[in-house]
């Protein structure tokens, strides 16, 4: 009965006791471990050196002379597979030539770092919930901005349009009758009220889109007419400052689903952009290509280029690349983003080939859709 007794208490201390064993010769080469040494090493140690699996501060480790006194405990560190030191008081044996090592777990030290978990974990809780409690406000204040953005720039809509509407009519009508230096006032306030449209656009889709609000409205167009009007519409800017802005494009229609006035926007952005970089008498071209299942479309300009650090982050939200504005506009640091933002929502993607000192190419491709006549083109 005691040699079965014997036998399980071994089975159990070998196999899932928490007790520390390690069994050694006299050069601290291990010949033999449990379970529990075991999983804290993280492997099995026999073979190894005691020093490995010892974080010996003071360099005494001596396990045949800490043999000699085996009622002593130690207070030892182990390597742990974690790489944090565990703490364990050991005794060491003298058997047969061997010494066998019999350890046991700093309680004291366990408690503590129980009660420091637990502690942690009361903190954690506690910054949490202060954390949703923030995030819950930090929502109702976005929300109220969002809606005093767009409750202003709304307001200031439709007078910028009054300025642009009346500053055409005047254009148009006066002809030939007007002066050259009042033709060129009227003209700078038409730029004037397109630049302001298109800042207060910027700040009416920013709050659309943070507020989830954001769609577009896909009807069949012809790419080519739609970049016509587009060149047409910015021309009174460039011929400001004697710029240039030509189109490339074919007799072929090239039909797409889009949502005409945000591809409009798209493309007023990208050509006032190109106009602002570009050096005065300077050409800014556009041109459409048909790339198998989809339509290119680029604006190249002959600016002072990009640098590839500076590309990274021309698509986000106040994103601005590091050469200065020649027409001296500030802007809002939105257009990109929000192109961005509208192509994604078009299933296309916009970007830009361009290097320090070399001029940009911005592109931007759409899906291709099936001709209107049902294929002729």
């Not at 302001?196 to 577009?216: Q, Y």
């Not at 050096?279 to 604006?299: A, F, M, S, W």
Request: glycine fraction near 10%; charge should be neutral; hydrophobic fraction near 35%.
């Amino acid at each position: 009965m005691k040699t079965e007794i014997k036998r399980l208490i071994r089975s159990y201390m070998e196999e899932e006791n928490a007790v520390f064993f390690l069994l050694s010769d006299r050069e601290g080469k291990i010949v033999d471990s449990n379970q529990f040494t075991r999983s804290l090493l993280g492997g099995d140690p026999r073979g190894g050196s005691l020093r490995d699996v010892f974080v010996d501060f003071k360099r005494n480790l001596n396990p045949d002379a800490f043999s000699r006194e085996p009622a002593r405990e130690r207070l030892l560190n182990l390597n742990t597979c974690t790489g944090i030191p565990q703490s364990l008081y050991i005794r060491f044996f003298s058997i047969e030539g061997h010494v066998m090592m019999l350890g046991r777990l700093d309680i004291i030290e366990l408690e503590n770092l129980r009660k420091r978990l637990l502690d942690m974990n009361n903190e954690l809780n506690d910054l949490t919930r202060r954390l949703h409690k923030q995030n819950a406000e930090l929502a109702r204040l976005n929300d109220l901005k969002n809606h005093f953005l767009g409750m202003a720039a709304h307001d200031l809509r439709n007078p910028a349009g009054i300025v642009q509407m009346l500053a055409e009519i005047l254009i148009d009508e006066a002809g030939s009758g007007l002066g050259g230096e009042h033709r060129e006032l009227l003209e700078d306030i038409l730029a004037s009220g397109r630049s302001m449209s298109r800042i207060i656009n910027d700040f009416l889709d920013t709050a659309k889109i943070e507020s989830g609000r954001f769609e577009v409205e896909l009807l069949p167009g012809d790419m080519g007419e739609i970049v016509d009007a587009a060149v047409k519409w910015n021309t009174i800017i460039a011929r400001k400052r004697g710029l240039t802005i030509t189109h490339d494009r074919t007799d072929t229609i090239l039909p797409v689903e889009v949502d005409r006035n945000k591809i409009q926007q798209v493309l007023n952005n990208l050509i006032q952009n190109a106009v602002d970089y570009s050096p005065d008498g300077g050409v800014v071209r556009l041109r459409v290509d048909k790339e198998r299942e989809r339509i290119r479309v680029t604006i190249s300009d002959q600016g002072p280029g990009i640098p590839p650090d500076v590309k990274k982050t021309l698509f986000q939200p106040f994103g601005k690349g590091s050469a200065r504005k020649r027409s001296g506009d500030a802007g809002t640091g939105l257009g990109l983003a929000i192109s961005k933002k509208i192509i994604d929502a078009h299933g296309g993607e916009i970007g830009v080939d361009s290097s320090d000192g070399a001029g940009s190419r911005f592109y931007f491709r759409l899906p291709l859709s099936d001709p209107p006549d049902g294929g002729k083109s």
